[in-house]
Structures are given as structure tokens and as C-alpha cells.
């Protein structure tokens, strides 16, 4: 099994940054892909940008040049640095693992991008 744990969402004007982190609960070196997805309110889970093990990175194009995913192995984390944030990126935001043929979830962290 992998528990993922996201932290750094909250509140930013248009414009700003944020970064968040996941931690995932075993080496993230076992692990096949890790990623970002979102959901805002009513609409359906998304992608935001994916890790693999091996370190090839796949992003939306809607976060293209904003957004960056990267991994510390030595601390079992990985981050999304989020620049130039647009109103339209409010949503939860979820770490997810795939992980021994199986999708595991973090808890969600919270963004929210005001105009």
C-alpha cells in the first residue's frame, strides 16, 4: 500500500505561485508514475502533470509553462510548482500513486486562485 499526504494549497491572487508537496509513505522509487490531478466543483477529475519512476514528466496542456512537477527521492515527495495562477486553476488538488497494478489517492489540498 502507498498513503500520500498533500500539504501547501490556500489562498493566492492571479498571478502568484504556490507549491505543493505529496509524501508518499514508501520509496517513491517503487513506485511507477506519480501525479497531480484536480477537480473543481462540478466537473470531472483531471490531470495536471505526472512523474515516472524513471523521471519523464507528462503535463495538460492547460498547465503547459506554469506548471512543474518534480520528485525528491530521498524524501519520498514530489511537488507541483504552480506560477502564474489563473482563476480557472481553483480546485482540489490530489496526489495520486500507481502503485503494484493499483491507483492510490491522497486526501486533496485545496487551492484557491482569486481575480
Known amino acids: 500500500q502507498v498513503q500520500l499526504v498533500e500539504s501547501g494549497g490556500g489562498l493566492v491572487q492571479a498571478g502568484g505561485s504556490l507549491r505543493l508537496s505529496c509524501a508518499a509513505s514508501?520509496?517513491?522509487?517503487?513506485?511507477?508514475?506519480l501525479g497531480w490531478y484536480r477537480q473543481a466543483p462540478g466537473k470531472q477529475r483531471e490531470l495536471v502533470a505526472s512523474?515516472?519512476?524513471?523521471?519523464?514528466?507528462n503535463y495538460a496542456n492547460f498547465v503547459m509553462g506554469r506548471f512543474t512537477i518534480s520528485r525528491d527521492n530521498a524524501k519520498n515527495t514530489i511537488y507541483l510548482q504552480m506560477n502564474s495562477l489563473k482563476p480557472e486553476d481553483t480546485a482540489v488538488y490530489y496526489c495520486?500513486?500507481?502503485?503494484?497494478?493499483?491507483?492510490?489517492w491522497g486526501q486533496g489540498t485545496q487551492v484557491t486562485v482569486s481575480s
Open positions: 495520486n500513486a500507481d502503485y503494484n497494478y493499483r491507483l492510490y
Open positions: 514508501r520509496s517513491i522509487f517503487s513506485i511507477n508514475t
Open positions: 512523474i515516472t519512476r524513471g523521471g519523464s514528466t
